[in-house]
């Protein structure tokens, strides 16, 4: 078997923790639905273990270790901590983590009714994210710059998903991010992959954020296009007043980002709908959920 098609099980889960880590070896393990580059184990009621899967490098989740224990004691939502670091071995040559969990359900399998809680809890959360990143913090090869550096993805997005009714609108919204001004200031940190499967959701409004591993120095507006992503209708202006920080320039590329992120969250619902890999049935709705509101709000 090549490295991608070892079967992660909890059996091998157990014996991990038996190898490396064998005062955990004795809690409950039950595997956590989703997930690709990664697949996640529950361990008892406050732990989970990070598998690596179909990442080629271990990159993702050495980021993880190194850098959430130091954002996460200033961030105002639960995210996900390492606590144990597994190293890749005869057994299973791969890296994996040993996290704290962010209790509550994903929001692609859930749903916000408090819309302007979330809203103002999501502004504090990346608020207090969105600071200067030192020298040394992760850079993205495809995130972080302006749009224009994307075109190409958004054109094959485009032109596989976009509705017929809906295609002008969208490009145009796409040209106005291009057309927008460069971020001018510092690096700040983004959490870079914010939509509704990395974002945790209890009594109807945020209560979570995971999913860090594309974390990265770079351009706020790839987080706040989360204000169409994630939040729903009519609350963009309550995220962005609470937010207190973006400039119109800002906020014209953060929503050109959010609709590539909407073409991109309908591409991978259909590829889920033809049962190829990696497809997420639930992420079309939730594409065009989020494209609407581009369009709308």
């Known amino acids: 078997m090549t490295d991608a098609e070892i079967e992660i099980t909890a059996d091998l889960v157990r014996d991990l923790l038996r190898e490396q880590h064998p005062d955990l070896a004795g809690l409950p393990v039950r595997e956590v639905a989703g997930g690709w580059g990664n697949q996640m184990w529950r361990l008892g009621d406050g732990l989970a273990v990070r598998m690596q899967r179909m990442d080629p490098t271990p990159r993702l989740q050495l980021n993880e270790r190194r850098w959430l224990p130091v954002l996460a004691p200033r961030l105002p939502l639960p995210v996900p901590t390492p606590v ?33 809680h979330a809203a103002g809890t999501l502004a504090g959360f990346l608020k207090a994210l969105h600071v200067e990143a030192p020298a040394d913090a992760p850079v993205s090869g495809d995130r972080g710059g302006h749009p224009r550096t994307c075109t190409d993805g958004f054109d094959r997005f485009f032109h596989a998903v976009v509705p017929g009714g809906l ?22 940190w983004v959490h870079g992959d914010l939509h509704p499967a990395n974002v945790v959701v209890s009594d109807g409004t ?87 509101r581009v369009l709308r709000d």
């Open 206 to 292: 945020l209560s979570g954020v995971i999913d860090f591993g594309d974390m990265f120095a770079g351009d706020p507006a790839w987080d706040l296009a989360a204000a169409w992503v994630v939040l729903p209708a009519s609350t963009v202006s309550r995220f962005f007043d609470a937010y207190g920080q973006a400039d119109a320039g800002t906020i014209r590329r953060a929503r050109g980002l959010a609709a590539l992120k909407g073409l991109f969250l309908m591409l991978m619902g259909r590829n889920g709908d033809r049962g190829l890999p990696g497809g997420k049935p639930a992420w079309g709705p939730a594409g065009r959920a989020a494209l609407d």
């Open 167 to 188: 295609a002008d609108d969208v490009r145009a919204v796409w040209d106005d991010a291009v057309a927008a001004p460069e971020w001018e200031g510092p690096p700040l």
């Open 84 to 116: 144990r670091s597994g190293e890749p071995s005869a057994r299973f040559p791969k890296h994996w983590t040993v996290m704290t969990w962010v209790p509550g359900e994903p929001l692609d399998h859930s749903s916000i009714s408090r819309g302007d």
